[in-house]
């Protein structure tokens, strides 16, 4: 499935079998200002095309498919689709709410639902997405600023998040405290780190942490970058 380019208006995926069930969840839905897409298929939901925004599918169980809409959320597991899913049914099935809870669903709701209640599972289903493009944009920001850094700046940030000393530091890559503390601060500026820790946080994002990264990789052309 390929993201669109688009805003990040959130966006419901409906997948609900029956036509004029799917019209009407899709319109209560944009009533509120989402935008919704229904699919009375797995298989069409399987195969659409993503908005990059924040989403989530709200899942009809009993979707006329064998296996039912929860072989559906199996499949985005799958998949390692990290869209959040709402279970819509029309029974109180124990046995299915469990097993579709413990696959990670958001709400398991019994038809018919109350619009408010509907809203209510969805608002916090599109939370939950929200929050996780929220860490994905964080992670590619901080990917993006480590870029810009030397190989003696990375050096230098590694074994500072691990712990070293400046002047341990400067005795391992043969290099003056002096030289290590302009390493260090152009390596903050470059991460645009607030402060001490914010880097130290930075580097264990990147896995910059562990001095056998430095041994093994960041340290091996020491004696060029000197």
């Known amino acids: 499935m390929n993201a669109l380019p688009d805003s ?25 200002g989402l935008r919704a897409r229904g ?15 924040p989403a989530c599918v709200v899942l009809d169980a009993d979707l006329d498919t064998p ?21 819509i049914t029309d029974r109180a099935d124990v046995t299915t709410s469990v097993r579709g ?11 018919p639902m109350p619009e408010g209640v509907l809203l209510s599972a969805v608002g916090a289903a ?11 944009r964080a992670s590619t920001d901080v990917i993006e600023r480590a870029q810009r ?16 000393m400046n002047k341990h530091i400067a005795d391992e890559l043969g290099i ?15 991460m645009e780190a607030r402060s001490f820790a914010d880097l130290v946080i930075m580097a264990h994002k990147l896995g910059m942490t562990s001095p056998a990264l430095y041994h093994g990789g960041i340290g091996r052309n020491r004696r060029e970058l000197a």
């Open 126 to 136: 599109l939370a939950l997405d929200r929050q996780r493009l929220g860490r994905e």
């Open 176 to 190: 003056s405290e002096v030289t290590v503390k302009i390493h260090r601060g152009n390596a903050m500026r470059k």
């Open 149 to 164: 850094l030397s190989q003696r700046e990375r050096e230098v940030m590694a074994l500072v998040a691990a712990g070293r």
């Open 8 to 32: 990040d208006i959130a966006t419901v995926y409906v997948v609900a079998h029956d036509p004029a069930e799917n019209d009407t969840l899709c319109a209560q839905l944009t009533d509120v």
């Open 67 to 87: 296996g039912g809409g929860l072989l559906l959320q199996d499949a985005l597991t799958d998949l390692q689709d990290p869209i959040p899913v709402v279970l």
């Open 39 to 53: 699919f009375t298929r797995a298989a069409a939901f399987l195969a659409s095309e993503r908005s990059a925004g």
């Open 101 to 111: 809870m413990k696959a990670g669903a958001v709400d398991y709701l019994t038809k």
